[in-house]
């Protein structure tokens, strides 16, 4: 009888779960019991659509002092300052200087009453206080040549927008728009881009800035495990992929050197601090196509973005920084730490990348600063358009190294810090560009070092990579 009842409980409480899990189904919109997944699930960038480069037209800037003894020179007399009246109730701040020829105050005329606009008494100069910065260089539009205007103020950038109703590109967009969205466009107007836009930015940061490397006090010596143990280590953890627990247990199973997870990591950070500079300075062999693409890794729970730049043909990983944010601002970084590498810019070079905007974005920052390169955005997984078949070869190949990297990171499970994961990232990137062959490299590695190549194992390799960057350091120090 019990034992009956029994079977009966324990049948009925299984179909009571059943229920609740289907109900909680229902409430929440997906199944709360399945286990996340190792992507996001979606994490689309923003829609935008980038126009192009706009024609900049560099003022002529003048020095007042030089201006006033050429007065002098011509007429005989010195140019007198504004007289103002006395009872004027429109003045001219004291700090304020003509944006053109640096004229101070007492030169600046309040032109136009107190609406705002000013005129230098020396070099005829108009300006506002809101627009006497932009006075260095004048943006006007690619399609109809008209200066543009500023209509918005953002937090790394300034809107400029075509506001002429005849330029080619404005009516080439109203006339290519449907009976309904004409009368959508009359009713939401912001729903549609019919105008030509350029993002200005003033994002503090200086192009080419090559700066002295970071050299790390970092003393291996003082690690209790020896040279071989360190190098199998790293074998292991970076080359094969294995967790740092997996690392551990197998020093442990196959070697007998008990060793812990966190010994593992903190191997890794030293290690990593002392690669790095020896990485990012090494005087790279370049060619001439480069790729770019962003992936995800996750730091502490939460999503970030790991840029990667690559030289296609060498297979040498030239950028690697990792980001919070997609945004713009880490596109420019990347794509700098390539442009610092290279010996000379070349007059036309190319980064293949994806449809993302930021690359577009980040192409106009470097133009404000007069360094010129062209972006080909391979969109979509079917070639569409011409660029995209010329290029969809090269954006394999950078998907080829993003998948490489998962296979190696995906064992880790995210990092719980941001050191962390540059240390890791950093150390790939070390085993990636010296010590792993590739088959389209004949079986060689990208940077081919007799030094490194005439070593029969993995561990010893890496002991003398390590080596090398000591010594590297070492002598920069010297110098």
Not at 210 to 223: T, Y
Not at 459 to 470: E, N
């Amino acid at each position: 009888m019990y034992p009956q009842l029994l079977t009966y409980l324990l049948e009925f409480i299984k179909y009571q779960e059943q229920i609740i899990r289907y109900l909680l189904t229902l409430l929440v919109g997906k199944n709360m019991f399945e286990k996340p997944t190792e992507e996001p699930v979606n994490m689309p960038y923003r829609k935008l659509q980038v126009d192009d480069l706009p024609i900049i037209e560099t003022i002529e800037q003048l020095d007042y002092k030089i201006l006033l003894q050429e007065y002098y020179e011509q007429h005989g007399k010195p140019l007198k300052p504004v007289q103002r009246r006395a009872n004027s109730k429109v003045s001219v701040p004291k700090s304020m200087n003509c944006p053109r020829c640096g004229a101070p105050s007492d030169f600046l005329y309040a032109n136009n009453g107190d609406k705002g606009q000013f005129q230098c008494k020396v070099c005829s100069c108009l300006f506002s206080d809101k627009n006497r910065f932009s006075k260095e260089a004048i943006l006007k539009c690619p399609h109809c040549a008209r200066t543009l205007e500023k209509i918005k103020e953002r937090k790394d950038f300034s809107v400029f927008k075509c506001k002429n109703n005849d330029c080619s590109y404005y009516q080439k967009k109203l006339q290519a728009m449907s009976p309904q969205e004409k009368k959508r466009y009359k009713k939401d107007p912001q729903a549609f881009k019919l105008r030509y836009i350029f993002r200005q930015f003033h994002i503090d940061f200086l192009p080419l800035s090559k700066q002295s490397p970071e050299l790390p006090k970092v003393d291996l010596s003082k690690i209790q495990a020896s040279p071989h143990t360190l190098g199998l280590i790293l074998t292991y953890h970076i080359n094969y992929g294995l967790s740092a627990r997996r690392t551990a247990a197998i020093m442990q199973d196959v070697h007998g050197v008990a060793v812990s997870h966190q010994t593992v990591l903190n191997y890794e950070n030293s290690v990593a601090l002392l690669l790095k500079p020896y990485v990012d300075h090494y005087p790279y062999e370049l060619s001439d196509q480069f790729c770019g693409d962003e992936t995800y890794i996750k730091v502490n729970g939460k999503w970030h973005y790991l840029f990667f730049f690559f030289d296609a043909i060498k297979k040498i990983i030239l950028s690697y920084p990792v980001s919070p944010n997609r945004d713009t601002a880490s596109a420019i970084r990347a794509i700098d730490e390539v442009l610092v590498k290279m010996k000379e810019i070349p007059k036309n070079l190319t980064f293949v990348v994806d449809g993302n905007p930021i690359y577009l974005l980040a192409q106009h920052f470097f133009a404000q600063h007069d360094i010129r390169f062209d972006v080909k955005q391979v969109i979509g997984l079917t070639n569409e358009d011409p660029v995209s078949t010329e290029y969809r070869y090269l954006k394999q190949i950078i998907e080829r190294l993003n998948r490489t990297f998962k296979g190696n990171y995906r064992s880790t499970h995210g990092f719980g810090s941001e050191q962390g994961s540059v240390s890791y990232v950093t150390l790939f990137v070390a085993y990636f560009n010296f010590l792993r062959p590739h088959a389209s490299l004949e079986g060689k590695v990208p940077v081919v070092n007799p030094e490194l190549s005439g070593l029969p194992t993995m561990p010893a390799r890496w002991t003398k990579l390590i080596g090398l960057a000591q010594r590297w350091i070492a002598e920069q120090r010297s110098a």
